[in-house]
């Protein structure tokens, strides 16, 4: 079935420093795929979604690129800030048989310091 | 449009006790899943209802069941509580129909286990 390989950090870096978080994936077809972010006491919250081969997702200066040939859809923002500090999941991709049967895993915990 | 709703925030049961946690999804959404997050495990899949149908499963235990409402409204319940129990639940809503569409989550139920 559909699945992802995320790193699980926990990732610390200073304000304005660079990152990325990887993700790879696999799946049947061209699913669309999705990075979510959990702020602490709360729930998920779509962050950028990219719905087919080279599609750039971006939102909050986070960028994420859909590319088949890597199968691979790596989180990256140019500049981070403390308020950025979260855990973000890649999610793994829909799967035409199971639906949203899968697991998400533990995500990436981020936390900038000032 | 208001987001996906989880009740109560907060539930403190004993073990051998049973619990019900209620979900109501963004209006329009048909699918309602369900998903257990732990530090250990991450986020893990419960089940998934659609149109008042469970369409998927995840591994756990028939303690833990659910049901969706003509109105689209979910309930899970877990019965004969276990210490391992103690988690935040989380509920997601979509539209269901799509693959390219993403999951709204709630903010989840905190349920503790004494």
């Known amino acids: 079935g559909n699945s992802v390989t995320q790193m699980e950090g926990p990732v610390t870096l200073s304000e304005e420093a660079f990152l990325t978080i990887n993700c790879t994936y696999t799946?049947?077809?061209?699913?669309?795929l999705f990075w979510y972010v959990q702020y602490p006491g709360e729930g998920l919250q779509l962050l950028l979604k990219?719905?087919?081969?080279?599609d750039k997702g971006s939102n909050k200066g986070f960028e994420a690129t859909y590319r088949k040939e890597t199968t691979s859809f790596h989180l990256e923002k140019g500049s981070v800030q403390v308020s950025d500090s979260a855990v973000y999941f890649c999610?793994?991709?829909?799967?035409?048989?199971?639906?949203?049967?899968?697991?998400f895993g533990k995500g990436t915990s981020l936390l900038v310091t000032p | 449009k208001a987001g996906v709703t989880q009740t109560p925030r907060y539930l403190i049961k004993t073990r051998g006790q049973q619990v019900t946690l209620s979900c109501s999804p963004i209006s329009g959404h048909r699918s309602v899943s369900w998903y257990q997050q732990t530090p250990g495990q991450g986020l893990q899949f419960l089940f998934e209802?659609?149109?008042?149908?469970?369409?998927n499963k995840g591994n756990f235990p028939g303690r833990f069941s659910g049901r969706q409402f003509s109105n689209s409204r979910s309930e899970m319940n877990v019965s004969t509580l276990e210490l391992g129990d103690s988690a935040l639940y989380l509920c997601?809503?979509?539209?269901?129909?799509?693959?390219?569409?993403?999951?709204?989550f709630g903010d989840g139920t905190r349920l503790s286990i004494l």
């Open positions: 799946a049947t077809g061209y699913p669309s």
């Open positions: 209802y659609f149109s008042e149908t469970q369409r």
């Open positions: 990219a719905t087919k081969a080279d």
């Open positions: 999610a793994p991709p829909w799967d035409s048989n199971s639906g949203y049967a899968l697991n």
């Open positions: 997601a809503s979509s539209v269901g129909t799509y693959s390219n569409q993403p999951q709204h």
